[in-house]
């Protein structure tokens, strides 16, 4: 009989560290995300882009990719981002995919322009590049990146 008592004992100990951990998660995860607006990018390939990537300026994160679509007519990609309240877009903002790192997953790079006129919420921003492939990098770096001079 005292075996089961040590054995529930340490049983509900386990789930209230459980439900402390699980509590804590929740408390820290950023749930509700900044407070911004939203944009939009269309693109050709968005391939390994995913809900809740990383929206870069500078190397610093500044939004978040908050879903995409397909465009039925022209067959791009529609991109929508959450871009924080307090950065202000130029409207020739460039817009790219990148990988994170050779590991890592796709994130959205922009690269701001000179134009003084800045992107309204809800804005698109029209000078976009895809994501490139790694395979088709390879492809292009063994068979023909450069010429090699001889003839």
Known sequence: M???????????????VAGVFV??????SDRNGPAGY????RFDRIDGLKRGADV????????TVTGFDLDRKTYQAVVRMLVSSNVSLPADTHAKIVSESLLGGMVVVLEPGGETKMLAPGGEIEMTQGAIPLSELIAKFMFGGTSSGSK
């Open 23 to 28: 509590f804590y998660a929740f408390a820290k």
């Open 56 to 63: 870069t300026l500078s190397g610093v994160k500044v939004g």
């Open 38 to 41: 939203e944009i939009i990018a």
């Open 2 to 16: 005292g075996r089961n008592i040590v054995e529930t004992i340490v049983g509900a100990l386990v789930l209230v």
